[in-house]
T-cell receptor, first 116, second 112 residues
């Protein structure tokens, strides 16, 4: 299995809702990532998990809460979002070595989120 | 921190011509440089990557070159086809971090 699977593919939520995005990979990758991508812009890093521990939080608002239950799963919990949070949310995974960099950096298909 | 600049922002070529996209990075310690292709509404897909101990890498019609002294790397696509039309992103990964810093993207259009 060489894929990163994200669910749901589309999500519409109100500003008072609580929802979760899910990401799964079975490539044995030890690093997993959440990105946010607005239209016509590059992916913007939000969080990095390395060996199931949060290693990077790029000053993301607390209404986004990541969780890594095990080495294959990554969740992003959403609460009290704003319309400007509407975007494509991409999960990725890689095998990362300090000296060699990334191997097999793979993106999922994303969740297109609309906040109304 | 690392900063990646990418040029041009748009590129139009005739089918069969070559296309070149250039990126510069700021952190001389960066050691991994991938290129991604993103079609409309789809995920970024890795098309080729290069590590800092290599100067050039080729895969069929796609090649990447790296000049560590000048801190720039380039994507070369030869014999372009309409299905090469997409947005291309370069990226750089600073040494000793698991970050990937993206360039701003190049929209490539290949006209039949």
């Amino acid at each position: 299995d060489t894929e990163v699977t994200q669910t749901p593919k589309h999500l519409v939520m109100g500003m008072t809702n609580k929802k979760s995005l899910k990401c799964e990979q079975h490539m044995g990758h030890r690093a997993m990532y959440w990105y946010k991508q607005k239209a016509k812009k590059p992916p913007e890093l939000m969080f990095v998990y390395s060996y199931e521990k949060l290693s990077i939080n790029e000053s993301v608002p607390s209404r986004f809460s990541p969780e890594c239950p095990n080495s294959s799963l990554l969740n992003l919990h959403l609460h009290a979002l704003q319309p400007e949070d509407s975007a494509l949310y991409l999960c990725a995974s890689s095998q990362w070595y300090r000296a060699g960099g990334h191997y097999g950096y793979t993106f999922g298909s994303g969740t297109r989120l609309t906040v109304v | 921190g690392e900063n990646v600049e990418q040029h041009p922002s748009t590129l139009s070529v005739q089918e069969g011509d070559s296309a070149v996209i250039k990126c510069t990075y700021s952190d001389s310690a960066s050691n991994y440089f991938p290129w991604y292709k993103q079609e409309l509404g789809k995920r970024p897909q890795l098309i080729i990557d290069i590590r800092s101990n290599v100067g050039e890498k080729k895969d069929q019609r796609i090649a990447v070159t790296l000049n560590k002294t000048a801190k720039h790397f380039s994507l070369h696509i030869t014999e372009t086809q309409p299905e090469d039309s997409a947005v291309y992103f370069c990226a750089a990964s600073p040494y000793n971090t698991d970050k990937l810093i993206f360039g701003t993207g190049t929209r490539l259009q290949v006209f039949p």
